[in-house]
Each structure stands twice: as structure tokens, then as C-alpha cells.
């Protein structure tokens, strides 16, 4: 049963990252749109995000939900160690949060409107930019238990040119992400070259984020390499990323919405699948050497059988009602006249 | 500050902000598809208006609830490891059904919200009710994790481990339903107070009265008769604190001496030293009889209780007064509204009934936080009663008093900011919503 809830923990973070990525990358995209645009973007954003938006950030609850209950050694030892990005990870998303519903919902669109859409884009900014952190140090072997001093066991923990290169990562695929959804949800030529050249930009983006990522784990001796390219399957998800992307390089003008989201998926299930493959079980590397698995940690057998039962019955409500909520607000037209 | 202090208020102010949102969160819902269900029976058009006026309400509150509690399922970790380490896989079971029907209502709020002539209406109409129920779900399976917290069971204490668990049996703890019943009857009597006081408010200045006279009657009626029914679930509450958790009656009643035929005690200044309650107004017997059903039966007092285990006896004795008499109160106001509504309908067209009902606006969320405030102050020094004290649980890292003046500062502007939009929403009722009066053209 550990390995049904182990597939839930993986299955809630990739649809995190994809679905509340996309969703923070909406935010990023209309960071980087020059004020002329800014309007018309946002207007095509959220005619589509707006619907599933709440429900795209469930996932984080259900993957924190999990750790908690299934492998609490686990999310303590993150809670205690990670304090400081996990609780600038929070203000983001509660800005974010907020900002997002009171710009929608304030009765009157006044200035008041600037100051909600400035803390919306910068804290769509700074939420994955955290999250990322987070991902890099539980994996980079930062966490020090044996640490005495504040600034060793609290600040050290996540604070290094890797965990920030992972975290300027997140938030470029974030973008990448978001820009790819647009592209199917423009109605007019103009708005679909705009968002097609913000996608390509965001490739740039999620390269370099990437080579420095790889340059800050070569300068702190963090076998990234090694992780990735040491095993075959990790090589064959890398390259199989890599070739859809060309693929999606040659097809992005082709007007085939479906096909690039399906490409932008694939590369980003890849990527986490590389990022997360050679570590299984494990889940959090200490400085010591030891690492904190999630077999070796999982919580009692009736506590694990439980949870996984719980996931399952509740994957039976919310898959198929998230599916139709997708489908009917991805369809253009009204269906229902109000009388 | 001292950094466990500081951990404490800082947990005390993140459920005190959440459950306020996550109250109105959860009982709006049933307002709104009421006032829709009215319009979808008779096509009046005022239904439509308070209808979509509420349904802004919701999406505000449900979204400020959601990430909140975001922020506690977190804080949960950051602040007390020592007690999720231990805890997370025994009480766990609540919360993760609670993930289900939180998803599942924010998918219902996806479909509601934006589903304006885009789904058949009475689907529309039934994800709205969707909304509403799964978010009271949420509450209980929420409460139901609380109360385990006051009421340990599904597993085996052995020198220190926890063996045996049993997460099922640690959902159905022996405290979840009476406080997961008085929970969703204050949710109800709180919200209700809370948005009938504000249409009241409006009728008396005279804006909007139509509208303002629907949207306040279904309030109200909800209002009313959960404040009616309060009494009842607190009663139950009562008893069963008075077997569990004997500590807590104890100090909720300021109640210092074990007796026979003990004495209910009504507000007066408890004094711990002294061991006596001054200026108060004493019932004798009564607390036997409310806490055991038999004015002979000896209640337990604090001099039973060793001086470790005892929580602080001040915040919580007042609490509990403020949290009973704001409930009689209310309790007085419901009933003068059944009144009004069979035999007297000339009071429900006078301004002093309308009045009280103004004043009654925020007394339920009073009652709620001292409500609140009863069971978890009243719970120390323990986290897990008679299992783990919170002093233990707490978090190894320096500085949390940082962390809470930061979280303190989030939660007052955002209150702030929430204030404002509903005071903006409200002020433009004439021009959004009431179709009576609105432009033809929006």
C-alpha cells in the first residue's frame, strides 16, 4: 500500500508543478508584458484559469497532507530545517491568493486594481522561485541536524547558488508552462504571435536557468550530473525531453493548441522524473550523508493503509468532476441562455 | 517575547483569522442557494440579485479560508514538529478525507461561480449546494482532528511511543461530535447574525430595500434557529467535557473546590491565589445538574487537578462567559424574531427590531473566537491532553516571535483589505446587483 500512497505524493507534486505552475506562470507572463499588453493578456489568462484556478492548488494540500500523515519524520524534518523558505513560500501564496480573488471580486476598479495586479505578479514570482529552493536543498544534502549555530541549522539549509539556480528554474518552467496554455486560448493572430514569442523566450529562459543550475551544483560539488546522466533512465527522460521540445520548437506556429500542451507536459513529467528517479525512496539528503527515505520512514501500516484508501476513494470524486469542470469551461460558447 | 509565547499566539491568531473565513466559507453557500432556489421557483428577479451579490461574498471568503488554511496545514509543522511527528500518523485519517471534500468544493465554486449560463441551471444550481455541503464536511472532518487533540484514542501510549494506531478509531474519538455539532451550529449562528446585521443596516438607511429585505430574511431565519438550537449542543458539550476533560470544566467555571451540589458560577473576577471567585453571581446546584444531569453529583474542582496540569483559569472562565452570555443574547433575539414573524408581524416593520439585529452583527464571531478560545486554552498545558504538553512540542528554532509579528501584520491587512471590498461591495449593491435600480445596459 506504501507505494499506492508513494504515487499519490509523486502524482499530486507533478500536477502541482504543471497545473499550479502554469497557474504562477500566468502571473510571471504578465510580469514580463510590457503595460500595453498587460490588459489584453491578462483578459485571455484568466478567461481560462479562472475557472479551475482554486482547484489547481489543491494539489499542494494533498501532497503536504500526505507527507504529514504518511511520513511525518519527513515533514517535520523539512518543517524544522526549511522554516525560512517554507514561510516565505506561504506569504507568496497568500498574497497571491488573495490578490488574485480581490482583484476579481473588488466591486469598484480603481487604483486599487494596480496595487492588487503589482502583489499578484510579484508574489507569482516569488512562490515557485521558494518552491524551487525547497526541491533543491531537501535534495542537495544542506540540511545539517548535527548543526548548532542559527545561521548553519536555519539559514544554510537552503541558502546556496544551487538551491537559487533550482529556484530561478521553477519559476522560468513556470513561465514556459503558462505561455504554452495561452497559445491555445487566444481567439485573434495578433495575441497568438504575442504569447507565441513570450513561449519561445521562456525556452531561452528554462535553458539558461538550467545551465546554471548545473554550473551551481559543479561549483558546490553536488553530483546533479551525475543523478541525471548516470542512469539510463534518467538519460532516455532527459533526451526524450529534449527531442519533444524541438519537436514543439517546429510546431508551436502550426496552430495545434492540444499537441504543445501535451509536448509541455511530457518535457516537465520528464524533468521531475530525471530530478526525482535516482533519489527513490529517498526524499530528503542530509549533510551527514544519511538520506530520509519514504520506506524506511513511512508511518505504521494501518495509518499507510488508510491514507491509501482514503486517497483512492477520494480520486474517484474529484478526477472525474475535475475533468468535466476542465472540459465544459474549455468549450468557447455558452451552452444555456439564462431566462 | 518568548519564542514559545510567540509560537502560540502566532497558532492562536492563524485559526483565529481562518475560522472566521472558513465559517462564512462554509454556511454562505446555503444563504446563496437558497436566495437561487427562490429564483429559479418564482423568477423574481431580487432572488437573482442577492443571489449573485452573496455568491462575490463567497468567492472572497472562500478563497481568503482556502489559503489560510494552506498556511495552517504548514504552520502545523513549523511550529509544533514534536507533535506532528507523533501525532500526523494517528489523527491524520480527517485530514486527508478533508482533502477530498476541500477539492471537491473548490471544484464545485469553479463550476458556480463561472457557470452562468454555461451549465444547465439547476446543475448550476446543484453545484452550489455541492459547495455548501462539502465545505461543512470539511469542518467537521477539521473539527473531528481537533478533538482528537482533547480526546486521544486509536492508539497505545507505551513509555513514550505510540503503538497501535488505529486511524479510524482516532477520527471517531469520544469528543467529535459534540464539538464538531456545536462548531457547525456557531458557524451557522455567526455568519447568519453577521450578514443579517448587515442588510438590516442597509434597510434602516434606506438603501436598496427590496433586495436588502430578501437578503436579510433568509439570514435571519437561518440566524435564528441555529441560535435556538445552540443551547442544546452546548449542553451536550457541557456533559461531556465534564466526563473528559474535567480540568477544563473546571476552569471554564472558575469552579476551585471538588463539591457535592456545586454551585454554577456567572461572570465574577476568578483569583487563582485566593482559590475563590469574587463579585459573582453563584446558582448552587446548578452545575452539578448542567454538568452531570444531577444537582447531587460532586464535580470535580481545579484542587483535584495537580498545579502542573491545570490550564490558566481567567481566560478561560471569561472566555466562557462571554461565549454563553453573547449566545443567550442572541438566543433572546431569535426568539423576539419568531415572535415577530407569527404573532406580531407589526414589529418586523418597526425600526427596534432591525436595530438589535445591527447590534447583533459581529456578537456571534465574538462568540465564536471565545468559544474557540475555551477549548484550546482550556486543553493547556497539554497539546495532546494527558499525552503531550505544548511546551514540548514546540518548535527548536530561535526567533519564532519574528515569524509571528510578520504573520500578525499579514492577517490584520488582509482583514483590513477584506473589510474594504465588502464595504465596496455592499456600498454598490444599487449599481451592480439590485436590477430595480441598475443601469439596463451592464
Not at chain 1, 493548441?257 to 511530457?266: S, T
Not at chain 2, 454563553?324 to 415577530?340: E, K, N, R, S
Not at chain 2, 465564536?368 to 484550546?376: D, I, K, Q, S
Request: glycine content about 8%.
Amino acid at each position: 500500500m506504501v507505494y499506492v500512497v508513494i504515487a499519490f505524493l509523486w502524482t499530486a507534486i507533478l500536477l502541482y508543478v504543471l497545473l499550479g505552475g502554469a497557474d504562477f506562470g500566468a502571473g510571471i507572463i504578465e510580469l514580463f508584458t510590457s503595460r500595453p499588453n498587460r490588459s489584453r493578456a491578462r483578459k485571455t489568462m484568466y478567461q481560462a484559469i479562472g475557472p479551475v484556478w482554486e482547484a489547481n492548488h489543491m494539489w499542494l494540500i494533498i501532497a503536504i497532507v500526505i507527507l504529514f500523515v504518511g511520513f511525518p519524520k519527513i515533514y517535520t524534518t523539512v518543517s524544522v530545517y526549511l522554516h525560512i523558505p517554507l514561510v516565505c513560500m506561504l506569504l507568496g501564496i497568500i498574497a497571491r491568493g488573495t490578490a488574485f480573488v480581490f482583484r476579481n471580486y473588488d466591486a469598484v476598479k480603481d487604483n486599487m486594481q494596480k496595487l492588487y495586479t503589482s502583489i499578484f505578479i510579484y508574489s507569482s514570482l516569488i512562490t515557485p522561485f521558494f518552491l524551487g529552493i525547497i526541491a533543491a536543498s531537501s535534495v542537495s544534502g544542506q540540511i545539517d541536524l548535527q548543526a548548532t549555530d542559527f545561521l548553519s541549522a536555519y539559514v544554510f539549509s537552503w541558502l546556496s547558488w544551487f538551491s537559487l539556480s533550482v529556484g530561478l528554474f521553477t519559476v522560468s518552467i513556470c513561465g514556459y508552462l503558462a505561455a504554452i496554455f495561452i497559445i491555445g486560448q487566444t481567439d485573434n493572430a495578433a495575441d497568438r504571435a504575442l504569447f507565441i514569442r513570450k513561449a519561445k523566450r521562456s525556452v531561452f529562459a528554462v535553458m539558461f536557468a538550467g545551465a546554471l543550475v548545473f554550473i551551481a551544483a559543479y561549483s558546490e560539488q553536488i553530483p546533479v550530473w551525475k543523478w541525471i546522466f548516470g542512469h539510463p533512465l534518467g538519460l532516455l527522460a532527459i533526451s526524450s525531453a529534449s527531442i519533444s521540445l524541438l519537436v514543439m520548437w517546429f510546431t508551436i506556429d502550426k496552430d495545434k493548441p492540444a499537441v504543445l500542451r501535451l509536448l509541455a507536459g511530457f518535457q516537465v513529467t520528464m524533468i521531475l522524473f530525471a530530478a526525482t528517479y535516482t533519489h527513490f525512496p529517498n526524499i530528503v539528503l542530509l549533510k551527514n550523508g544519511e538520506e530520509l527515505s519514504l520506506l524506511a520512514h513511512q508511518g505504521q501500516a494501518k495509518t499507510i493503509d488508510s491514507l491509501a484508501y482514503a486517497l483512492l476513494i477520494g480520486s474517484i470524486f474529484i478526477l472525474p468532476a475535475l475533468f468535466y469542470l476542465i472540459y465544459v469551461f474549455q468549450k468557447k460558447k455558452p451552452d444555456f441562455n439564462e431566462h | 517575547m518568548d519564542d514559545f509565547l510567540a509560537a502560540r499566539l502566532q497558532m492562536a491568531f492563524s485559526l483565529g483569522f481562518h475560522i472566521v473565513f472558513a465559517c462564512i466559507g462554509m454556511v454562505m453557500p446555503f444563504f446563496m442557494t437558497v436566495a437561487h432556489f427562490i429564483w429559479l421557483k418564482t423568477g423574481k428577479a431580487v432572488y437573482l440579485d442577492v443571489t449573485k451579490a452573496w455568491s462575490k461574498g463567497v468567492a472572497i471568503f472562500f478563497a481568503t479560508g482556502a489559503v489560510s488554511g494552506t498556511v495552517l496545514s504548514f504552520e502545523l509543522g513549523l511550529l509544533w514538529p514534536k507533535f506532528m511527528e507523533h501525532a500526523g500518523p494517528i489523527f491524520g485519517m480527517p485530514f486527508s478525507l478533508e482533502g477530498t471534500a476541500f477539492f471537491i468544493e473548490a471544484i464545485a465554486l469553479g463550476f458556480y461561480l463561472y457557470g452562468w449560463k454555461r451549465i444547465h441551471p439547476w446543475f448550476h444550481w446543484a453545484t452550489g449546494v455541492v459547495v455548501g455541503v462539502s465545505g461543512l464536511i470539511s469542518g467537521i472532518l477539521v473539527v473531528a482532528a481537533n478533538s482528537w487533540m482533547n480526546s486521544p484514542s486509536g492508539f497505545d501510549y507505551v513509555n513514550g511511543a505510540y503503538l497501535n494506531i488505529d486511524p479510524i478509531k482516532a477520527m471517531f474519538n469520544e469528543a467529535w461530535f459534540s464539538q464538531a455539532l456545536h462548531m457547525c451550529v456557531a458557524a451557522f449562528v455567526s455568519t447568519g447574525f453577521a450578514v443579517a446585521g448587515v442588510h438590516a443596516l442597509m434597510i434602516l438607511r434606506k438603501r436598496n430595500v427590496l433586495f436588502h429585505s430578501k437578503a436579510f430574511k433568509i439570514a435571519a431565519v437561518f440566524a435564528t434557529v441555529a441560535a435556538c438550537l445552540q443551547p442544546l449542543s452546548g449542553d451536550i458539550s457541557a456533559k461531556d467535557v465534564a466526563r473528559r476533560q474535567p480540568a477544563k470544566l473546571a476552569a471554564m467555571e472558575a469552579h476551585f473546590h471538588t463539591e457535592k451540589n456545586a454551585a454554577l458560577i456567572i461572570g465574577g473576577i476568578p483569583d487563582t491565589a485566593a482559590k475563590e471567585v469574587k463579585y459573582a453571581l453563584k446558582i448552587p446546584g446548578l452545575l452539578s445538574f448542567m454538568a452531570h444531569g444531577d444537582f447531587n453529583t460532586e464535580v470535580t474542582g481545579l484542587d483535584k487537578i495537580p498545579v502542573a496540569d491545570q490550564p490558566p483559569v481567567a481566560v478561560t472562565h471569561y472566555a466562557f462567559q462571554v461565549m454563553v452570555g453573547l449566545g443567550m443574547a442572541m438566543l433572546g433575539l431569535a426568539l423576539l424574531y419568531f415572535i415577530a414573524l407569527w404573532k406580531k408581524k407589526q414589529w418586523l416593520r418597526g425600526r427596534w427590531l432591525l436595530k438589535l439585529f445591527v447590534i447583533a452583527t459581529p456578537l456571534g464571531f465574538i462568540a465564536l473566537e471565545a468559544g474557540w478560545t475555551v477549548t484550546e486554552v482550556g486543553r493547556q498545558p497539554w497539546i495532546i491532553n494527558g499525552i503531550m504538553r505544548t511546551a514540548d512540542a514546540v518548535t527548536p528554532m530561535p526567533g519564532i516571535r519574528y515569524s509571528f509579528y510578520l504573520f500578525t501584520a499579514v492577517y490584520i491587512s488582509l482583514s483590513l483589505i477584506v473589510t474594504f471590498l465588502l464595504y465596496r461591495q455592499i456600498a454598490m449593491v444599487g449599481r451592480l446587483y439590485d436590477s430595480e435600480v441598475k443601469p439596463q445596459n451592464d
